[in-house]
């Protein structure tokens, strides 16, 4: 079995910065997609990043110029740095993976538990 554990959120004020980590741990073969979510109350868990499945970075609008989603395939962790956040990021943050496990032929999906982000001064 497959664990994604979120670290790193928190309290930040406006216009500050935060880095959020995402560890996979278990049977791990390979990890093929990789990315972000975030998710607010009575919303629907939306994309921020995602190393995709040619490994290229995608980024939502929201996340252009403030957000850099990295990777260390050596550690299978994941990582989203935030830069001149602002109250609208304020969110639960979710780790999402497709990950092939040993002994096996196919990727299956796997999300975190989430860490929360508060933006507020």
């Known amino acids: 079995q497959v664990q994604l554990v979120e670290s790193g959120g928190g309290l930040v004020q406006p216009g500050g910065s935060l880095r959020l980590s995402c560890v996979a741990s278990?049977?791990?073969?390979?990890?093929?997609?990789f990315g972000w979510y975030r998710q607010t109350p009575g919303n629907q868990r939306e994309l921020v990043a995602i190393?995709?499945?040619?490994?290229?970075?995608v980024y939502r609008d929201i996340a252009k110029g403030r957000f850099t989603i990295s990777r260390d395939k050596s550690k299978n962790s994941l990582f989203l740095e935030m830069n001149n956040v602002n109250v609208e990021d304020t969110a639960t943050y979710y780790c999402?993976?497709?990950?092939?496990?040993?002994?096996?032929?196919?990727?299956?999906?796997?999300w975190g538990q989430g860490t929360q982000v508060v933006v507020s001064s």
């Open positions: 278990g049977d791990i073969l390979d990890i093929r997609i």
């Open positions: 190393f995709n499945n040619d490994g290229d970075i």
């Open positions: 999402n993976a497709d990950v092939k496990e040993k002994g096996t032929n196919w990727y299956s999906h796997y």
